[in-house]
């Protein structure tokens, strides 16, 4: 079969698209499928309407069995059999530009009204849409009464046999910065011999985050790393910790996190407690830095603890169904 895999760049999804599109062309591929991996342009500083009307005119039906769409304004690309893969709460346009993008006038609301009239038409020709984490399914079914199905993004991380070390580790894409502030709090009460690796773009000027690392006193224990290494880098690390109140995002980290036997800590919230089981696969702290402190505290004192609760995630992954094999089989069963 001749799949396209068309994806995009937009601020709401960061890199992480590609590295999921990347990952389902090498997968599809290794299975016996030809597979072309389309990268669209999306500029938010241009007017959202006029491209995606580019997008929705593209039509690559001639050459392609299948198209797989993995966020929007991808998914208004018509095509004979098209899936819709979406992630996080990004499924329809008007999701691409930032909050306040959209006054309330009436040249915004035609525009809105467009857009969603382009969201309704490409959900309608769909052969398939699935969402990346269950509530995210629920809410677009409530909301368009049409039929889809929760398909998580399993892991772009490769499991590696190699030994852990003292390493927490946590991502920055759509970081509450609240929630970053606690985790230092926090992290500063781990015992000293425990590094902390952050991954992504601080929400904070280098003179800010350097003054704030010198008053906890973790300027030698707090390292920030390029998002590009978080594949390569989590192996190593013994626990993550979740920083988003994202459902799609916590997902994507608990599955990555899993997929090397490490537990998720996070602080609790309803997209925290879709993916995590408190005292299973990880551990849920109120929003305050004292209890954080006292969670990670006893759960780096106890090594034993945190491969317990990473080989529980592990089994988590079998029931969500994020794996290759069946995301692909899911997929391409038309």
């Given at each position: 079969?001749q799949?396209?895999v ?7 999804a ?12 090498r997968?599809?591929e ?8 389309m ?57 691409l530009?930032?909050?306040g ?38 809410s ?24 852990k070390?003292?390493?927490?580790a ?21 015992p ?5 690796w952050?991954?992504?773009n ?17 300027e ?6 390029p ?10 690390a ?7 109140d ?13 997929a ?11 997209a ?12 849920l ?20 603890a ?23 089989s ?5």
């Amino acid at each position: 079969m001749q799949i396209i895999v068309l994806h995009t760049f937009c601020p709401s999804a960061g890199d992480s698209v590609s590295h999921i599109a990347a990952a389902l062309s090498r997968e599809l591929e290794s299975r016996g499928h030809k597979c072309e991996e389309m990268r669209m342009p999306f500029d938010p500083a241009s007017p959202p309407l006029e491209q995606i009307l580019a997008f929705r005119l593209l039509e690559p039906v001639e050459y392609g069995d299948l198209l797989i769409s993995l966020h929007p304004p991808c998914h208004v690309v018509h095509h004979r059999r098209k899936v819709i893969w979406a992630g996080g709460k990004a499924f329809r346009c008007g999701h691409l530009m930032p909050e306040g993008y959209f006054r309330q006038d009436p040249a915004s609301n035609s525009v809105l009204a467009s857009m969603r009239v382009s969201d309704r038409m490409a959900f309608a020709e769909a052969r398939k849409i699935f969402f990346d984490s269950p509530s995210s399914c629920e809410s677009f079914k409530r909301e368009e009464g049409i039929e889809a199905s929760f398909l998580p993004f399993p892991s772009c991380v490769a499991r590696r046999e190699m030994p852990k070390q003292k390493i927490l580790a946590a991502s920055l894409h759509s970081a509450s910065r609240v929630q970053l502030l606690l985790s230092l709090e926090a992290f500063a009460a781990v015992p000293q011999d425990f590094l902390l690796w952050l991954f992504g773009n601080l929400p904070f000027s280098a003179e800010q985050w350097s003054s704030l690392l010198r008053r906890l006193g973790l300027e030698d224990r707090v390292k920030v790393l390029p998002a590009a290494q978080w594949a390569e880098s989590l192996p190593a690390a013994m626990g993550v910790i979740g920083l988003s109140d994202n459902a799609g995002v916590l997902g994507r980290l608990a599955i990555d996190a899993h997929a090397c036997d490490a537990p998720v800590v996070a602080f609790d919230s309803p997209a925290a407690a879709e993916w995590i089981e408190d005292g299973r696969n990880g551990l849920l702290s109120p929003l305050d830095s004292h209890a954080l402190a006292s969670i990670l505290t006893q759960l780096t004192s106890r090594p034993d603890a945190m491969r317990s609760l990473g080989r529980a995630g592990r089994e988590r992954l079998g029931e969500w169904g994020a794996n290759w094999d069946y995301a692909i089989s899911a997929i391409t069963a038309l």
